[in-house]
Antibody
Framework: EVQLVESGGGLVQPGRSLRLSCVVSGFTFDDYAMHWVRQAPGKGLEWVSGIGWNGRDIGYADSVKGRFTISRDNAKNSLYMQLNALTTEDTALYYC??????????????WGQGILVTVSS | SYEVTQPLSLSVALGQTASITCGGSNIGSKNVHWYQQKPGQAPVLVIYRDRHRPSGIPERFSGSNSGNAATLTISRAQAGDEADYYCHVWDTSTAGVFGGGTTLTVL
């Protein structure tokens, strides 16, 4: 059974940082690209960032470029997202999502349950 | 950057057919994927690459894509189909793009 479990969320002040983690199981992690997708309260889905199977092909949404950094550790079956210079607009439920392929342009076939990040003073 | 548009809401009578559109410039040249999200739950893939159903998704769910619109069709709509539905494509700039979501109500 495929499982994606996020952690690291919480309440943080504007301008501060946070690191999200996602541990996966049930599939060969280093065969697949991975993504972070977020959803602000009461809003729609927003793709945040994606990373290819080997960590070399990386992309970001314009809204987070220069502030967020995605990474992965294939030995630990883990995906990460470093969130810096947070603003209230970054408040959202962050989903760890598996791509259907090794490159990061497939469909998103498995989603975690999400981890809440709240940015507030 | 590429944009896709969906109707904000759609109502369908129980047992009838619902068609949710996803509009975008020449979207027919892209692969379109669809996700269903029920309240308090993570999204679930229901259609990928325009028309393919993942295992476990009922045959009542189908998709098409041509020209400037992709369509998710739900036949014989059931109460359990009430959810938000999102279309998804990849922009040529390699960014992921989601539609704004359509809330489906089954009357």
């Amino acid at each position: 059974e495929v499982q994606l479990v996020e952690s690291g969320g919480g309440l943080v002040q504007p301008g501060r940082s946070l690191r999200l983690s996602c541990v996966v199981s049930g599939f060969t992690f280093d065969d697949y690209a991975m993504h972070w997708v977020r959803q602000a309260p009461g809003k729609g889905l927003e793709w945040v960032s994606g990373i290819g199977w080997n960590g070399r092909d990386i992309g970001y949404a314009d809204s987070v470029k220069g502030r967020f950094t995605i990474s992965r550790d294939n030995a630990k079956n883990s995906l990460y997202m470093q969130l810096n210079a947070l603003t209230t607009e970054d408040t959202a439920l962050y989903y760890c999502v598996k791509d259907s392929g090794s490159g990061r342009y497939g469909h998103l076939d498995y989603w975690g349950q999400g981890i809440l990040v709240t940015v507030s003073s | 950057s590429y944009e896709v548009t969906q109707p904000l809401s759609l109502s369908v009578a129980l047992g009838q057919t619902a068609s949710i559109t996803c509009g975008g410039s020449n979207i027919g040249s892209k692969n379109v994927h669809w996700y269903q999200q029920k309240p308090g739950q993570a999204p679930v893939l229901v259609i990928y690459r325009d028309r393919h159903r993942p295992s476990g998704i009922p045959e009542r769910f189908s998709g098409s894509n041509s020209g400037n619109a992709a369509t998710l069709t739900i036949s014989r709509a059931q109460a359990g189909d009430e959810a938000d539905y999102y279309c998804h494509v990849w922009d040529t700039s390699t960014a992921g793009v989601f539609g704004g979501g359509t809330t489906l109500t089954v009357l």
